[in-house]
Structures are given as C-alpha cells and as structure tokens.
C-alpha cells in the first residue's frame, strides 16, 4: 500500500500547474533537439542543463526527465522518417524506416509513441516498486564498500559504453583526474589549478558536457558534411483495429526487456533496444516479416527503449550510481540542485524523488497526446539548414554557460573542452566514460581516503568486508576475462 | 606516426605524466592519512599503464591512419574564444555578432550575406533575452 501513497503523494507534487508546465516544455523542447541530425538525449541534456538553473528543483528535474524522455521520443522520429539515428534509436532505423519506404510513416510513428507509452508505464511501476527496496540496501554500505562499487560501476560501463574496456577505462580514469581539478577539501591544497583563480572551484560540469558532447558532435557534423533531405510525404498516423492487436504483445515484451536491461549496470536503452529486437525475431508471430518493415520491429525496441529509460533512475536515484553518460548528467543536475542522489534521497526528498516518477508517467502522456499528433510539424525542422542551425545552437551554449556564473571564463573553459572532446573523438576515445569518472572521482577519492583512515591504512578492509569483498571479486573475475580477451585479440592480430 | 592507436597510446602517456609529475609536488602522506598527492599518483599510475598498453598493443596491430580535419574545429573554437574575448573587452552584442558570423564559416553553404543575417539574427535574438524576458547579460 505504501507504493500507492507514495505515488499519490508523488501525483500530487508533480500536477501542478507549474511541474506540469516544465514536464510539457521538457518534453516538447527535447523532441524538438532529440530530432536534430547527431543530438541526441546525452547532447540534447548537455545542450540545455543550463536553461534549468533558473528553475526551482523539482520543476527543473521534471524539466530535465522531460527532455530526455522527449529526445529520445525526437531521435525515433528522425530515426524512422530519414534513417538518422542516434545511440538511442539505431534499431528504430531499421524496421521503421522500412515502414517509411512502404508509405506507412504515420503508423510507424504511431506504434513508436504508443509502444513508448506502454514501456514506459510498465517501467515506472517496476522503478516504484524496486527503488524504495534498493534503497534500503543502499544504506548498509560503508566507506569501502562505496568504494568498491564504483570501482565496479567504473569497469561495467567503460566496457559497455566503450567496447573496449581499456580505452574506456583511460577516459574514465582523465575524468577523475579532471574531477579533482580545485581545491582538496581536506587539505585545502589547491590541485592542477595552474594557479588560475577560476579554477579554485574545480572545473565545470556543464562546460565539459557541452564541450566534449555538445561542441564535439556539432563539429563531426560539419566534418561530414551530413546533407538532409526534408520529409514532405503525407501522414496517416491512426492504425487499423488487426494493426493495433499487433503491437500491443510485442510492446509488453519489449517493456519487460527493457525495464530488467535499464537497471543492470552499464546497460540502459542501447542495449535494451537491441535485446528487444532479438527477442522479436525469436518470438514474435511474423518474425519473418521484421527487418523488412514490420509493425514488430518498430513497437518492440521501442518500448523497451522507454522502458529502460526509465528503470535506469533506479540506480541513480537508489544507489547514487549512475550508469550511463545520460545518467551520469542527470546525477549532474541533481547535485548542481544541491540533491545528493543515494540511499538517503528517497528519505529526505520523498515528494522530490515520488514527484519524478510520477511525471515520467505524465511526461509519457505529454509524449502521445502532444507528439503524435504533432509529428507532420516537428518534422519541418528538418528544413532549417544545418548550417543555420550550429551557430544558434554555439549561441545558446555560449549564453547558457555564461549565465551559469555570470562569468566569461567558463565560456573559455567550454571552448578548451570543445577542443579536447573533439581530439578524443578523433582519437576513437568516448567521452562517456570521461563524465562517469569526473562526478565520481571525488567522490571516489572522499570514500577511498575515508576507508583507509577508518582502517589505519589497512587495505584489508576492502576485502574483509562482505559487500565489498564480493563486488572486488566479482570486478577481478572481469578484469581477468577482460585480460584474457585483450592478449588473446592481440595474438590474433599479431598473427595475421 | 599517423598511426591512430600509437597516437593515442602516447596522448593517454603525456595526460598521465602530466598530472602524475603535478601530483608528486603536493604532499603524498601514507595510506592512513593520505595527502592531497596520494590519489591522484595512484590514478594517474593507472593511466600511464594503460597508455603503456595501448603504445605496445600499437606495434602489433594494423596501424590505422588518423582521420582528422582541423579546419572546422578551430574555425568554431577560435569563435567561442573570440565572444568572451570581445564580450571581455568591448561588449557582448558585438561578442554574439562574431561568434555567429564567425562560427559561420565553418558551415559548407556560407556566404558573406548569409553569415551577417545570421549574426544580426542572433544579436537580435540577444536583446530578445535581455529586454522581454530579463535575462541577466551584459550586451551594451
């Protein structure tokens, strides 16, 4: 029963007039970002986190949810109408552009946005249900085992987001580095300032964001001359009755798989999408019929697209461990709001923490009710030129920035980034993992300190304590897997 | 040297080097009470091995050549600096005018024309901020 009290409590905070309205320009403003060519949820957060400094907590956290889930709904809609996709609707280009080729554009965006609907409601029960309960766990950890956590959060997603963990795992490693830019806060020691004044205060989260995401994607962009062709077919977006029946199981699948990928480590909508599709081919009636345009491969990525979405908060928001690039920004906002996500969040913040969930669900029906419809209006963006765009786009960075700390040296700090995040693009090193490593690092550093002066240097307790025991061996198993994997790659190589 | 993995390799080498030799000059203490120096020695360690791997992994893999094209990245750098640098030193109208018009440049259809509508189109965009809707910039 506390689930649907505190749900209740949650409908109550986020339906004001005022949660509502951010929910909605969340989730407009994001499709209108999440459909330009290259920008999706990650660029698409970075791009506009400073528009939500001015914006009361809650409503600037529903704000931020609204956008995600927005850029992400925008990203399949670019996905299925041109074939332009981002990490999170590369599945999406496959059967739903099909559809788009055969005429059938509007039911391809209908059972985007209604297999959106189902996942993500689906996913918000789970998050409801299993984020209290994680929580509590949460709380039994001490310094050495937060340590060992993120360790092992460190490993999982340099791997996953990477591919190749080594890479992942450098990058991860620079954004601690880069997390500890400033001032020790316990030794007052200033560290890797270049005795620059503004950098006292450590280095800004937004400036790398829109420096290594935002700047570095514009210039990729402009690097491969990306040419668009605006969409100007006719829309027809209500399905028949037999069409409908088909969406609805491969949906609910697409929703369990997707709500169980977004909670695992290092997973989130990527994956999900792709074990979503998998399962269909398996499964599904007319698996035959995907990869050539069926209503299947659309509706069941795209629900569990939604759907890990959302249950990816779980870890964010339980634990403090955010297990992607998207989520490691989100972590950003609430700290920048000054909400430690962790155990304690759901204790100290209930109406914060049940306020979000419950706006994910209005956010999902601000998705239906507003996108679909409107999708034939959104797709005339694909009309400005994207050389018209960029400079608007550099604008509001360079506006956002400075607005931040009425400061202009931040402006200077986003355009080094903007420069070092497009050497590591060139150099096939991910940011990902760069933004994992900075917000954790000193948090990293806090409890690694800690847990050594609690044990008088010992480095025992590590491993004599039970969680964190168990997380350092399971993370050995997979460095030596990983190890394994890596000489034996090279031995191939070296061979042929 | 246009190898991408060697480059790469040495680029992690010279970020560890850097902050590890930094590190080194702030006091280090012992593991029970760690200075200000330890943690990041220990990590920037840990990155100097893996850029040490990735240098040997380079010499027994098939060099890839680095795909790179400096011109856009400069065009837009050189642009953001130039809007603080000017928003500095005369004021941000005319910061936003060049970092619009500027930044232009780096399109594949510009023109002189086009690039000063877009700028006048953002300056005025600008004002629309600071003017309607109170926007705390300094333009004039």
Known sequence: MDIFQNLALGFEHALTIQNLMYCAIGCVVGTLIGLLPGLGPLSTISLLLPITYSIPTDGSLIMLAGIYYGAQYGDSVSAITMKIPHAASIVACIDGYQMTLKGKTGLALFTAGISSFIGGTIAIVVLATLSPALGEVGLLFGPADYCALMLFGFFCVSFVTTGSILNGLAMTLIGVLLGLIGTDVNSGQMRFTMNLPFLMDGVGLISIALGCFGIAEIVKNLDEHTELTPFNGEIKLMPTWPEFKRIIPSALRGSVIGSFMGILPGGGPVLAQFAAYAAEKRFSKYKDEIGYGAIEGVAGQAAADEAAARTSFIPLMAIGIPENAVMALMMAAFIVKGVQPGPNMIATHPDLFWGLVASMWIGNVFLVILNVPLVRYWLSVFKIPFSVLFPSILFFCCVGTFSINNSLDDVYITATFGLIGYIFMRLGLEAAPLMLGFILGPMLEEYFRRALLLSRGNFGTFFTRPISGTLLALLGVFIAWQLIAFFLESRKSAIA | ?140
């Open chain 2, 1 to 140: 040297m246009n190898n991408l993995n060697l480059v790469r390799g040495v680029f992690l080498v010279a970020i560890s080097l850097a902050f590890g030799l930094t590190s080194f000059g702030y006091k280090i203490g012992d593991f029970s009470r760690a200075g200000p120096g330890l943690f990041p020695a220990v990590v920037s360690g840990l990155l100097f091995l893996i850029g040490i791997a990735s240098v040997i992994k380079a010499r027994y893999v098939k060099p890839v050549p680095i795909d790179y094209n400096f011109r856009n990245i400069v065009i837009i750098i050189v642009s953001l600096a130039g809007f603080a640098f000017i928003s500095e030193h005369i004021n941000m109208l005319v910061g936003i005018f060049f970092l619009a018009f500027s930044a232009s440049y780096a399109g594949r259809n510009n023109s002189l024309k086009r690039n000063i509508k877009i700028g006048i189109g953002l300056s005025l965009v600008a004002c629309g901020f600071k003017f309607l809707l109170h926007l705390n910039l300094p333009l004039i």
